[in-house]
């Protein structure tokens, strides 16, 4: 149809009203609907739920906190304390046992198992403060179960830190004796006593690493028990001396030693008939350890070599008599023309 723009004022051009508000909603709710089927679930949700919960749990553990911040000031006092108690009892228990003269490493445990005692006891009373529910006996108990799962883990090192409480405790030696173990041949000066070994120093220089059992279970030398110990030396004369004359010059050679002990008794005794001398037993004592007795031994070796040379006292050779038949002339002219050209 065409419209003349001179008429246009006339003609009633009449369009569809909009539809009402309630049905553009009704219209729009299968659309909304199929939109959040076909969108995935974002689990917002789920999120707000999980900061919730952990926000109520921060917010009890800060509240607990606080209920128990007095409990917690208290507990620090007590470890405070401990502390402090800890270093007065060591330091105490060490002064009354140096005037009981107790050994040196004795002393050191000692202080070191009331400084651990100490501090067991205010750690139980500091835990008991701190959560007042937990009781005395399962803390005994759970200590009492660790201790023995512990104890067989580590058998050989709970053996030797026994071993060593007992050689601090009661063997006869300390630091600077000399000790030989000969069924494990070691000989030397100890170092040191420690919980699970003993150090030996050698007199050749190595140092030595014992463990503890190891002592405690074997025979143990302390050679350095006492400040003395007596030396032997055999000496011969020949047949044809004087024991008694031999027995006074020896006698006289071995008092003029600076290192024998005057005061301890020198013993001289005709102990055999040898090849070819009578020989003498000689003891005297000197000082206990092995460089005392070294120098003794030489000392007394040169002393009565020089006085039964001065003496005219023969310090035989070994002889040896050959006897033969008189049916070999030839050897028996053999040994006579070789006298004759050493005379």
């Known amino acids: 149809m065409t419209i003349d723009p001179g008429q246009s004022d006339a003609i009633d051009v009449q369009t569809p009203e909009a539809p009402a508000g309630d049905a553009s909603e009704e219209s729009a709710g299968p659309v909304t609907s199929a939109i959040e089927d ?12 999980s900061v919730d919960t952990l926000a109520e749990s921060v917010g009890g553990m800060i509240d607990a906190f606080v209920v128990r911040l007095p409990q917690f000031v208290i507990a620090i006092i007590v470890i405070v304390l401990t502390g402090l108690v800890a270093s007065l009892a060591t330091k105490w228990l060490r002064r009354i ?15 070191k198992f009331a400084y651990i ?17 937990l009781g005395m006996g399962e803390l005994v108990a759970t200590a009492g179960l660790a201790s023995i799962a512990i104890g067989f883990a580590f058998q050989d090192i709970f053996e030797n830190f026994l071993a060593g409480i007992l050689i601090i405790w009661r063997f006869p030696f300390n630091d600077g004796d000399f000790i030989e173990i000969p069924s494990e ?17 050698s007199v050749t220089g190595e140092l030595i690493l014992v463990p503890n059992s190891t002592i405690y279970k074997n025979v143990v030398r302390v050679l350095t028990n006492k400040p003395v110990r007596r030396m032997t030396v055999m000496c011969g004369v020949a047949y044809g001396e004087d024991i008694g004359e031999s027995r006074k010059v020896i006698r006289e050679a071995v008092e003029s030693c600076g290192s024998v002990e005057q005061d301890r008794p020198i013993e001289i005794f005709a102990q055999a ?12 004592w000197t000082g ?5 007795q070294r120098q003794s031994r030489d000392e007394v070796v040169e002393r009565v070599k020089k006085a039964l040379d001065d ?19 030839d050897i028996i002219e053999a040994i006579a023309a070789r006298g004759r050209r050493d005379d």
Do not use: C, H
């Open 311 to 329: 003496a005219g006292i023969e310090i035989p050779y070994p002889y040896r008599t050959l006897t033969f038949s008189k049916n070999e002339p």
């Open 97 to 111: 046992t140096r005037k009981l003269r107790f050994k040196d490493n004795l002393q050191d445990l000692l202080g």
């Open 273 to 284: 008939f040898g090849a070819s001398s009578i020989d003498f037993e000689v003891t005297w």
């Open 185 to 201: 041949g070691v000989e030397g000066e100890v170092e040191e006593v420690q919980i699970r070994m003993t150090l030996i120093r």
């Open 38 to 49: 076909v969108l995935p679930d974002t689990g917002l949700e789920a999120v707000d739920t």
């Open 117 to 133: 005692g100490v501090w067991f006891v205010g750690l139980v009373a500091a835990a008991g403060v701190v959560f007042p529910g």
């Open 288 to 292: 206990a350890r092995p460089v005392e």
